[in-house]
């Protein structure tokens, strides 16, 4: 059974980094697209971008290119994405999806999602 | 980078009615065409892939067809489980654009 496991609820202040990661199970990790998805409080399903965790191999969206950071540790199935600084507009819900082998594909699982939190 | 126009943005209609979600790319995609359903506070889950593939799981009411660049999500009797918001998603390159999501809500 495919499983992403997603880390916990982050509450942080502006300009602080956060690392929020992803674990995914009961498939081949290192074969398999990653990709992040963003849900602003009551807004729609943003595309962040994907990894390869085979090679690393990252695709970003232009929109958030520069913004967060996309990574991954195929030693330990985990995928990640990171913020250096973070900004009160950065308050969403995080998902991670599973695609298929090829970058060309739906997001076929989802995690059940981070809740990040950003105020002073 | 491709848009995807996807209206209604707020649907309503009463139980066993017949209901229809379009999007619309702003260039060929193909059939690289995903619909995802999410529920009221839940995550987001695959319908349809590949414009009409339905998902492992997915109720037989659901369809989906395509012509040119216009792609559309058919509920053939519409059901109280079904209260949901629908995106589209162009999926055939980075970045693979949803749509802005269309709300169904039982009258």
């Known amino acids: 059974e495919v499983q992403l496991v997603q880390s916990r609820a982050e509450v942080k202040k502006p300009g602080e980094s956060l690392k929020i990661s992803c674990k995914g199970s009961?498939?081949?990790?290192?074969?398999?697209?990653i990709g992040w998805v963003r849900q602003m409080p009551g807004k729609g399903l943003e595309w962040m971008g994907i990894?390869?965790?085979?090679?690393?191999?990252?695709r970003y969206s232009p929109s958030f290119q520069g913004q967060v950071t996309i990574s991954a540790d195929k030693s330990i199935n985990t995928a990640y994405l990171q913020w250096s600084s973070l900004k009160p507009s950065d308050s969403a819900i995080y998902y991670c999806?599973?695609?298929?082998?090829?970058?060309?594909?739906?997001?076929?699982?989802w995690g059940p999602g981070t809740l990040v939190t950003v105020s002073s | 980078d491709i848009q995807m126009t996807q209206s209604p943005s707020t649907l309503s209609a009463s139980v066993g009615d017949r209901v229809t979600i379009t999007c619309r790319a702003s260039?060929?995609?193909?059939?690289?065409l995903a619909w995802y359903q999410q529920k009221p506070g839940k995550v987001p889950e695959l319908l349809i892939y590949?414009?009409?593939t339905l998902q492992s799981g997915v109720p037989s009411r659901f369809s989906g067809h395509v012509s040119g660049t216009e792609f559309t999500l058919t509920i053939s009797s519409l059901q109280p489980e079904d209260v949901a918001t629908y995106y589209c998603?162009?999926?055939?390159?980075?970045?693979?654009?949803f749509g802005g999501g269309t709300k169904v809500e039982i009258k």
């Open positions: 999806a599973r695609l298929g082998v090829v970058p060309a594909a739906p997001l076929y699982y």
């Open positions: 009961g498939y081949s990790f290192t074969t398999h697209w």
């Open positions: 990894i390869f965790p085979g090679e690393s191999d990252i």
């Open positions: 260039q060929f995609i193909s059939t690289y």
């Open positions: 590949a414009a009409s």
């Open positions: 998603q162009a999926y055939n390159r980075p970045p693979h654009t």
